[in-house]
């Protein structure tokens, strides 16, 4: 692969069973619904989520994806994300994380930005 190559940004794809009912709890999680789309009624719904920079698509096509997946996100707000969902971030060498799973089924594993001096024992990619 060319290296010079800017890669501008990667989206995940989230299967869901419907957009309507997914979108409470992104919501919750604080991203906010960009768009939507239908080709017309009675066909799946394709919907873009996003929060700050951070964007995800949330699709009813039963060939984008499977359920199930996981996405890495590191957010800011670590502590109030995991308060309001009940959960207790985890220490890692790499940072302090949670991980949340949708009424779908899809894993998000988030983490808060590296702090000083977090990331000992975890080796640079050369």
Known sequence: MNENVAVEEAIPILRVREVA???GW???LGFGLRWEHRFE???PVFAEVA???LRLFLSEHEGDARPGG???L???DLDAVAEEFG???RDEPWGREIELTDPDGNR???SDALSEGSGEGVRPQR
Request: charged letters at 15%; proline letters at 8%.
């Open 26 to 28: 992104y919501l919750r």
């Open 70 to 72: 996981l996405v890495y």
């Open 41 to 43: 009624p009675g066909f």
């Open 108 to 110: 998000l594993r988030i």
């Open 51 to 53: 929060r700050g920079a």
């Open 21 to 23: 009912a997914a979108l």
């Open 87 to 89: 959960v207790t971030p």
């Open 74 to 76: 590191r957010l800011a």
